[in-house]
């Protein structure tokens, strides 16, 4: 893992920061000083367990926030000037607070997923990039959903195919696997749900 250097950082400033504060600014502080100070780095090695969530990318930003990682795929380009222009993903969120995983979603509203087969909506519990819980209409577990749509709150239809994990009490726990654009709208969809609902951890 290297650090990006002052000119890198600075292209960063406006994605990381909602506001800066007058002090900071008549100090003298830069904007790479302070997004230096919330530990941003670039790392060439993805986690194991984020290398199906962030597809292909080989180049990754990692930003810490609280507990929390924050990994971008990214790719760093040259304008004709020889400036730095980063193309950032959509980021996966990591809660590192106990067990390293995706971060969960548990209070959802309006986030249902149908089943390809029966068409049936049932209502989604938790979710993440990685898995999600739900309602079942069956408990004797004989039609399993195995792919479906997640219709998310946004409006947004995410199709994906389901792993169960384990049912009880009327809930399933499954992992999903969703692919492309598809990958990137779940992705989305979590990372504005975590900045509404922690929002004072986005800013300086």
């Known amino acids: 893992m290297s650090s990006l250097s002052d000119e890198e950082l600075a292209c960063f400033s406006d994605l990381f920061a909602t506001s800066l504060t007058g002090d900071k600014r008549q100090s003298g502080h830069t904007d790479a000083d302070i997004l230096a100070e919330?530990?941003?780095?670039?790392?060439?090695?993805?986690?194991?367990?984020?290398?199906?969530?962030?597809?292909?990318?080989?180049?990754?930003l990692l930003a810490e926030i609280s507990h929390y990682?924050?990994?971008?795929?990214l790719v760093l380009k040259r304008d004709e000037l020889g400036q730095f222009i980063p193309v950032l993903g959509?980021?996966?969120?990591?809660?590192?607070?106990?067990?390293?995983?995706?971060?969960?979603?548990?209070?959802?509203?309006?986030?249902?997923?149908?089943?390809?087969n029966s068409q049936q909506p049932v209502e989604v519990l938790s979710l993440s990039s990685s898995g999600?819980?739900?309602?079942?209409?069956?408990?004797?577990?004989?039609?399993?959903?195995?792919?479906g749509k997640l219709m998310l709150s946004n409006g947004l239809e995410v199709?994906?195919?389901?792993?169960?994990?384990?049912?009880?009490?009327?809930?399933?726990?499954?992992?999903?696997?969703?692919?492309?654009?598809?990958?990137?709208?779940?992705?989305?969809?979590?990372?504005?749900?975590?900045?509404?609902?922690?929002?004072h951890l986005y800013k300086v």
């Open 38 to 60: 919330n530990s941003l780095s670039v790392s060439t090695e993805i986690p194991q367990v984020l290398a199906n969530i962030l597809g292909e990318s080989k180049l990754t």
């Open 69 to 73: 990682r924050l990994w971008f795929p």
């Open 90 to 116: 959509v980021p996966e969120v990591v809660d590192t607070s106990g067990a390293e995983r995706s971060w969960r979603i548990t209070d959802l509203k309006n986030v249902t997923v149908i089943d390809n």
């Open 132 to 147: 999600l819980t739900f309602k079942m209409h069956d408990e004797r577990h004989a039609n399993i959903p195995t792919s």
């Open 159 to 199: 199709d994906v195919d389901f792993e169960p994990v384990r049912a009880e009490n009327g809930v399933m726990a499954a992992k999903i696997n969703a692919k492309g654009d598809a990958r990137e709208a779940l992705r989305q969809f979590l990372f504005s749900a975590h900045k509404a609902k922690y929002s």
